[in-house]
């Protein structure tokens, strides 16, 4: 069985390396990067992840437009979506247009944000 | 000669005897007498020493009233002075409600009403009344007499003789007094009811003063009542704006430093798998970044409670399960605690925001926890007020305590009694808020040396 694929959208390049290091040590998932809204939305439709890792705050397209944009288009639209944010405690339940969805907060550890991503991964 | 001029003497002096002898009672359907204060007069020794007896007399009331101390003492001054000065059964002082149009009794002397009785109240369809309406004294010698008077509602302590008056500054009727039987018997003299108008003029000036400065006193209270309302909550707005900008800049902060501090706690964690166990000294410095970063992160949180603490999400909730909860999340913290529960079983629950809540209380024992040196007691109440229909949790602990100065500023933002990164001063203002927003009530009494009490009071949940 391959790994899950998994995609993650934030401005800040160096987190988001960082995660693709640690999540991919585990030897379960790979992860793709984008770094901006537009990119993520392009790259959702290329990989199909088994979810994505989404940033709220960004340049651009924020994470609102971001899944707005998944939600109307019916090819993505089932993707399982995991926010990271700077504004939850730690881990939360979404309120607002995340409403639904997992908060995570950007300081969490690596055994938190794998055990968060296998929680909630499709398949 | 001589015997002519003796018998003149003899007849003038027989003269003066008599006019001393026929001084005629005085009703009220008589014209008033005045006694001519001239050497002429054949009365005139003893007019002159009534007035002067009512002069001093006059005089030492006066003195007496103005030292009077409020409304009540000034009435009773009056009542006195009628009462002893003319040696009467009964005085009564009547107060005058023109808003309601009733009298009640105020003071009263030589005359005693049952206790068991209601209060005496009298409306305007009795003696008093009329006394009122004609504003002027009715002086009655006999009331059996009087069949005008019998149709009028009875006042029982009006018997046979009286001197009704009213008591009135410029228009406003204060009261009627009443003065009823001389002990020595017959009616009442014209000077005995004008020294009673006397009492009842100078009575009522000083009724209005004393009326006038306790209206004043009244006022003054109810304006520095206000003035404390209106500071108070001029307070409340300049806190509620410092909070709102402060969690303004809060919020700001936080995402500007999670988003560094995430990339410290990705990049440590990274490099902690690279680095082979067997260096100890590089695991044990990366472990060192990590703490500082988790520990840089729990500010950033408080920040971030801090700015939140705006709204709540509210379910009916079980307190005690609450507090259970949170002890058994800072049980590593209260190692060195001796915890004692006194729990009330069978609460009702609680509309709170449980999170919130645990935030509070979870708050509270670290603070206790902290404050515990050595070893220590933490005792946690939990009961419900029927009465008040609230629910107290009362947790307190034998710590170092908190000193008198620093417990009126322990609920300010920022403000801590801990040293250098053990605590961001913002705990005690978040669970205040929280708890405000619940509408509840967070109190700390604190000794020095002896422990802090914190009392949270909620609301039932209805």
Same mark, same amino acid.
């Not at chain 2, 109810?222 to 402060?246: F, G, P, S, V």
């Given at each position: 069985m391959g790994k899950k694929k998994i995609l993650i959208i934030d401005d800040e390049d160096n987190f988001c390396n960082l995660v693709k290091k640690n999540v991919e040590k585990t030897n379960e998932f790979e992860v793709y990067v984008a770094t901006n809204g537009n990119d993520g939305i392009k790259l959702i439709k290329v990989v199909k992840p088994d979810l994505i890792l989404l940033d709220i705050m960004m340049p651009g397209l924020d994470g609102g437009d971001v899944v707005s944009l998944i939600r109307s288009d019916s090819s993505i639209k089932d993707i399982p979506i995991v926010f990271l944010t700077s504004l939850v405690r730690k881990n939360e339940a979404g309120a607002g247009f995340t409403k639904g969805y997992s908060l995570l907060a950007k300081t969490v550890t690596v055994g938190e944000l794998i055990a968060c991503i296998k929680k909630n991964v499709r398949g | 000669?001589?015997?002519?001029?003796? !018998? #003149? %003497?003899?007849?003038?002096? =027989?003269?003066?005897? #008599?006019?001393?002898?026929? &001084? &005629? $009672?005085?009703?009220? @359907?008589? $014209?008033? @007498?005045?006694?001519?204060?001239?050497p002429q007069n054949p009365s005139y020794l003893e007019d002159k020493i009534w007035y002067e007896t009512e002069l001093d007399f006059l005089f030492k009331f006066n003195e007496k009233l103005i030292s009077a101390f409020g409304l009540q003492d000034a009435v009773r001054c009056i009542t006195e002075a009628a009462h002893n000065f003319l040696s009467i059964e009964r005085t009564v002082f009547l107060t005058w409600d023109k808003n309601s149009e009733q009298f009640t009794l105020a003071c009263a002397m030589g005359w005693c009403r049952d206790r068991s009785q209601s209060p005496l109240v009298i409306g305007n369809d009795s003696i008093s009344g009329l006394v009122i309406h004609n504003r002027e004294a009715l002086v009655? +010698?006999?009331?059996?007499?009087?069949? =005008?008077l019998n149709k009028l509602n009875k006042e029982e302590y009006l018997q046979k003789a009286f001197i009704s008056v009213p008591v009135i500054y410029k228009n406003e009727v204060l009261g009627v007094l009443h003065v009823c039987d001389k002990k020595a018997p017959g009616p009442f003299t014209q000077r005995e009811a004008s020294v009673v108008m006397s009492i009842a003029r100078v009575g009522a000036i000083t009724l209005q003063n004393v009326r006038l400065y306790?209206? +004043?006193? /009244? *006022? %003054?209270?109810?304006? *520095?009542? %206000? =003035?404390?309302? !209106? /500071?108070?909550? @001029?307070? /409340?707005?300049?806190?509620?704006? /410092?909070? &709102? +900008? #402060?969690? @303004?800049? %809060?919020?700001?902060?936080a995402h500007d430093m999670r988003n560094p501090l995430g990339i410290i706690i990705q990049g440590v964690s990274y490099l902690e798998q690279l680095i082979p166990s067997a260096e100890k000294e590089q695991l044990e410095t990366l472990s060192m970044i990590m703490d500082s970063a988790q520990r840089a992160d729990g500010i950033v949180v408080s920040l971030l409670d801090f700015s939140r603490a705006t709204k709540l999400e509210l379910y009916p909730e079980n307190i005690n399960s609450i507090l259970e909860n949170c002890l058994n999340l800072v049980k590593t913290e209260l190692k060195h605690v001796k915890v004692i529960r006194q729990i009330q079983e069978g609460l009702p629950k609680v509309s709170v925001d449980k999170n919130k809540l645990m935030q509070v209380f979870i708050n509270l024992f670290m603070n206790a926890a902290h404050a515990i040196v050595g070893n220590g007691e933490l005792t946690v109440r939990c009961f419900l007020k029927k009465m008040e229909e609230v629910i107290i949790v009362e947790i307190e602990d034998t710590g170092t305590g908190i000193s008198e100065e620093n417990l009126k500023r322990i609920f300010d933002p920022f403000f801590t009694t801990k040293g250098p990164g053990k605590g961001t001063g913002l705990g005690l203002s978040v669970s205040q808020n929280i708890i405000n927003l619940h509408k509840g009530l967070i109190e700390i009494s604190s000794q020095v040396g002896k422990g802090t009490k914190v009392t949270v009071t909620l609301r039932i949940s209805k």
């Open positions: - | 000669m001589v015997i002519l001029f003796l !018998l #003149i %003497a003899v007849l003038f002096g =027989y003269m003066i005897a #008599i006019s001393f002898r026929q &001084k &005629k $009672p005085f009703f009220s @359907q008589e $014209p008033p @007498q005045q006694g001519s204060l001239s009655v +010698a006999d009331l059996s007499e009087e069949s =005008y306790e209206q +004043a006193l /009244k *006022r %003054a209270e109810e304006l *520095r009542i %206000a =003035y404390d309302e !209106l /500071k108070e909550m @001029q307070d /409340k707005l300049t806190q509620m704006e /410092k909070l &709102k +900008a #402060i969690g @303004q800049l %809060a919020s700001g902060v």
